[in-house]
Protein backbone atom coordinates (compact mmCIF):
# COMPACT_ATOMS: atom_id res chain seq x y z
CA UNK A 1 0.00 0.00 0.00
CA UNK A 2 1.72 3.38 -0.75
CA UNK A 3 2.45 5.28 2.16
CA UNK A 4 3.72 9.18 2.05
CA UNK A 5 7.38 8.80 3.57
CA UNK A 6 8.85 11.55 5.99
CA UNK A 7 12.54 11.73 7.68
CA UNK A 8 13.95 11.88 10.42
CA UNK A 9 10.86 10.58 12.36
CA UNK A 10 13.07 12.36 15.78
CA UNK A 11 14.91 15.41 15.70
CA UNK A 12 16.72 16.87 18.50
CA UNK A 13 18.60 19.72 17.79
CA UNK A 14 19.97 23.04 19.62
CA UNK A 15 18.24 26.64 19.23
CA UNK A 16 19.50 29.07 16.77
CA UNK A 17 20.66 25.70 14.63
CA UNK A 18 19.15 24.75 11.32
CA UNK A 19 16.67 21.69 10.42
CA UNK A 20 15.47 20.10 7.50
CA UNK A 21 12.48 17.76 7.40
CA UNK A 22 11.93 15.37 4.03
CA UNK A 23 8.83 14.31 2.52
CA UNK A 24 7.39 12.06 -0.55
CA UNK A 25 3.99 11.91 -0.96
CA UNK A 26 2.76 9.21 -2.51
CA UNK A 27 2.85 8.97 -6.49
CA UNK A 28 0.39 10.57 -8.54
CA UNK A 29 -0.64 13.47 -5.43
CA UNK A 30 -0.18 16.36 -6.16
CA UNK A 31 -1.38 18.44 -3.68
CA UNK A 32 1.36 18.23 -0.72
CA UNK A 33 0.49 19.97 2.77
CA UNK A 34 2.86 20.62 5.79
CA UNK A 35 1.25 20.90 9.07
CA UNK A 36 2.56 21.85 12.49
CA UNK A 37 1.28 19.62 15.47
CA UNK A 38 1.96 20.90 19.17
CA UNK A 39 1.71 18.10 22.00
CA UNK A 40 -2.30 18.17 22.69
CA UNK A 41 -3.31 20.19 19.50
CA UNK A 42 -4.34 19.91 16.18
CA UNK A 43 -2.21 20.01 13.22
CA UNK A 44 -2.09 23.27 12.37
CA UNK A 45 -1.31 24.38 8.46
CA UNK A 46 1.97 25.55 7.30
CA UNK A 47 2.02 25.37 3.37
CA UNK A 48 -0.02 24.05 0.69
CA UNK A 49 1.69 23.00 -2.64
CA UNK A 50 -0.08 22.11 -5.71
CA UNK A 51 2.32 20.65 -7.81
CA UNK A 52 5.24 22.54 -7.59
CA UNK A 53 3.72 25.86 -6.40
CA UNK A 54 2.75 27.21 -3.20
CA UNK A 55 -0.89 27.52 -3.04
CA UNK A 56 -1.14 28.84 0.71
CA UNK A 57 2.03 29.58 3.05
CA UNK A 58 -0.41 32.55 5.25
CA UNK A 59 0.59 30.82 8.51
CA UNK A 60 4.07 29.63 7.69
CA UNK A 61 6.80 31.89 9.73
CA UNK A 62 8.89 32.96 6.56
CA UNK A 63 11.76 34.82 8.88
CA UNK A 64 12.57 31.40 9.68
CA UNK A 65 10.84 28.81 7.91
CA UNK A 66 11.30 27.84 4.22
CA UNK A 67 9.82 25.42 2.03
CA UNK A 68 10.18 23.94 -1.60
CA UNK A 69 8.73 21.28 -3.80
CA UNK A 70 10.90 22.37 -6.44
CA UNK A 71 9.97 19.38 -8.75
CA UNK A 72 6.42 18.85 -8.00
CA UNK A 73 7.17 15.90 -5.73
CA UNK A 74 9.20 15.37 -2.99
CA UNK A 75 9.13 18.42 -0.55
CA UNK A 76 11.34 19.78 1.93
CA UNK A 77 10.63 22.06 4.74
CA UNK A 78 13.37 24.10 6.48
CA UNK A 79 14.08 26.01 9.65
CA UNK A 80 16.85 28.41 10.19
CA UNK A 81 16.89 29.15 13.20
CA UNK A 82 15.46 26.74 15.33
CA UNK A 83 14.07 28.44 18.24
CA UNK A 84 12.44 26.59 21.84
CA UNK A 85 8.60 27.07 20.18
CA UNK A 86 9.47 25.20 17.10
CA UNK A 87 9.59 21.57 19.11
CA UNK A 88 6.28 19.91 17.82
CA UNK A 89 5.52 17.13 15.37
CA UNK A 90 6.13 18.22 11.79
CA UNK A 91 3.42 16.00 9.29
CA UNK A 92 3.11 15.92 5.72
CA UNK A 93 0.49 14.82 4.13
CA UNK A 94 -0.83 14.53 -0.20
CA UNK A 95 -4.07 14.58 -2.06
CA UNK A 96 -5.01 13.59 -5.27
CA UNK A 97 -7.64 16.05 -4.88
CA UNK A 98 -7.78 19.82 -4.93
CA UNK A 99 -10.56 22.17 -5.09
CA UNK A 100 -12.92 19.21 -3.62
CA UNK A 101 -11.14 18.36 -0.82
CA UNK A 102 -10.94 14.85 -0.58
CA UNK A 103 -8.76 12.32 1.73
CA UNK A 104 -5.59 13.40 2.98
CA UNK A 105 -2.69 10.70 3.36
CA UNK A 106 -0.40 11.86 6.43
CA UNK A 107 2.78 10.56 6.95
CA UNK A 108 4.24 9.57 10.32
CA UNK A 109 5.41 12.62 11.05
CA UNK A 110 8.65 14.21 12.12
CA UNK A 111 9.17 14.97 15.90
CA UNK A 112 11.44 18.26 16.79
CA UNK A 113 12.74 19.02 19.91
CA UNK A 114 14.74 21.87 20.34
CA UNK A 115 16.96 22.19 23.73
CA UNK B 1 -6.01 29.66 13.37
CA UNK B 2 -8.54 26.43 14.50
CA UNK B 3 -12.27 26.33 12.79
CA UNK B 4 -13.70 22.93 14.52
CA UNK B 5 -13.80 22.73 17.97
CA UNK B 6 -14.41 19.22 19.30
CA UNK B 7 -16.36 18.33 22.44
CA UNK B 8 -15.39 16.46 24.91
CA UNK B 9 -11.43 16.84 25.17
CA UNK B 10 -11.22 13.52 26.81
CA UNK B 11 -13.62 10.60 27.19
CA UNK B 12 -12.72 7.02 28.85
CA UNK B 13 -15.40 4.56 28.70
CA UNK B 14 -15.03 0.86 28.72
CA UNK B 15 -15.09 -1.69 26.11
CA UNK B 16 -18.69 -2.01 24.16
CA UNK B 17 -19.79 1.17 25.15
CA UNK B 18 -20.79 3.55 22.34
CA UNK B 19 -18.06 7.08 21.97
CA UNK B 20 -20.02 10.11 21.07
CA UNK B 21 -17.83 13.17 20.02
CA UNK B 22 -19.14 16.56 18.41
CA UNK B 23 -17.27 18.89 16.81
CA UNK B 24 -18.30 22.87 15.30
CA UNK B 25 -17.11 24.93 13.08
CA UNK B 26 -17.86 28.46 12.16
CA UNK B 27 -17.89 29.37 8.42
CA UNK B 28 -19.53 27.09 5.56
CA UNK B 29 -17.80 24.50 4.51
CA UNK B 30 -17.49 22.08 1.36
CA UNK B 31 -17.19 18.96 3.65
CA UNK B 32 -15.98 17.68 7.41
CA UNK B 33 -13.55 14.80 7.68
CA UNK B 34 -12.64 12.83 10.84
CA UNK B 35 -9.47 12.01 11.52
CA UNK B 36 -7.92 9.62 14.27
CA UNK B 37 -4.13 9.60 15.20
CA UNK B 38 -2.69 6.90 17.29
CA UNK B 39 -0.21 8.46 20.22
CA UNK B 40 2.72 9.76 18.27
CA UNK B 41 2.09 8.94 14.82
CA UNK B 42 0.34 10.57 11.85
CA UNK B 43 -3.39 10.42 11.16
CA UNK B 44 -5.41 8.32 9.68
CA UNK B 45 -8.47 9.10 7.71
CA UNK B 46 -12.25 7.64 8.71
CA UNK B 47 -14.87 9.05 6.96
CA UNK B 48 -15.85 12.52 5.05
CA UNK B 49 -19.26 13.70 4.78
CA UNK B 50 -20.04 16.46 1.84
CA UNK B 51 -22.23 19.42 3.03
CA UNK B 52 -25.49 17.69 1.62
CA UNK B 53 -25.48 15.24 3.56
CA UNK B 54 -26.77 14.46 6.79
CA UNK B 55 -25.91 11.20 7.97
CA UNK B 56 -23.16 8.65 6.48
CA UNK B 57 -22.00 5.16 7.81
CA UNK B 58 -18.68 3.31 8.19
CA UNK B 59 -18.63 -0.05 9.80
CA UNK B 60 -18.69 1.03 13.45
CA UNK B 61 -18.51 4.41 13.02
CA UNK B 62 -21.88 6.98 12.67
CA UNK B 63 -21.20 10.62 11.54
CA UNK B 64 -23.74 13.13 11.48
CA UNK B 65 -23.68 16.82 10.23
CA UNK B 66 -26.04 19.55 10.81
CA UNK B 67 -25.19 22.70 8.31
CA UNK B 68 -27.27 24.92 10.39
CA UNK B 69 -26.63 23.92 13.83
CA UNK B 70 -22.22 24.29 12.32
CA UNK B 71 -22.26 20.81 14.00
CA UNK B 72 -21.52 16.98 13.36
CA UNK B 73 -20.84 13.88 15.78
CA UNK B 74 -18.79 10.91 15.39
CA UNK B 75 -20.47 7.75 17.10
CA UNK B 76 -18.03 4.92 17.73
CA UNK B 77 -20.17 1.83 18.46
CA UNK B 78 -18.84 -1.21 20.39
CA UNK B 79 -16.27 0.29 21.17
CA UNK B 80 -12.80 -1.31 21.55
CA UNK B 81 -9.70 -0.82 23.70
CA UNK B 82 -7.53 -0.63 19.82
CA UNK B 83 -10.37 2.18 19.21
CA UNK B 84 -7.65 4.46 21.71
CA UNK B 85 -6.57 7.23 20.01
CA UNK B 86 -7.36 10.97 19.58
CA UNK B 87 -10.17 12.14 17.41
CA UNK B 88 -9.42 14.89 14.65
CA UNK B 89 -12.64 16.45 12.64
CA UNK B 90 -11.33 18.79 10.01
CA UNK B 91 -13.18 21.24 7.70
CA UNK B 92 -12.62 22.02 4.56
CA UNK B 93 -13.79 25.81 4.06
CA UNK B 94 -16.59 27.10 1.42
CA UNK B 95 -16.26 28.07 -2.22
CA UNK B 96 -13.22 29.47 -3.40
CA UNK B 97 -11.38 27.36 -0.97
CA UNK B 98 -7.88 26.05 -2.32
CA UNK B 99 -8.19 22.36 -0.59
CA UNK B 100 -7.69 23.56 2.79
CA UNK B 101 -8.46 21.48 5.43
CA UNK B 102 -8.70 23.38 9.40
CA UNK B 103 -8.56 20.89 11.85
CA UNK B 104 -9.61 21.54 15.50
CA UNK B 105 -8.16 20.52 19.23
CA UNK B 106 -9.61 16.98 19.32
CA UNK B 107 -11.03 14.60 21.69
CA UNK B 108 -9.01 12.16 23.25
CA UNK B 109 -10.52 8.66 23.83
CA UNK B 110 -9.36 5.89 26.10
CA UNK B 111 -11.00 2.49 25.97
CA UNK B 112 -10.81 0.24 29.00
CA UNK B 113 -10.96 -3.14 28.41
Known amino acids: EAEVAQSPRYKITEKSQAVAFWCDPISGHATLYWYRQILGQGPELLVQFQDESVVDDSQLPKDRFSAERLKGVDSTLKIQPAELGDSAMYLC?????????????FGEGSRLTVL | SQQGEEDPQALSIQEGENATMNCSYK?????LQWYRQNSGRGLVHLIL?????REKHSGRLRVTLDTSKKSSSLLITASRAADTASYFCATDLGSGNTGKLIFGQGTTLQVKP
Open chain 2, 27 to 31: TSINN
Open chain 1, 93 to 105: ASSLATWNTGELF
Open chain 2, 49 to 53: IRSNE
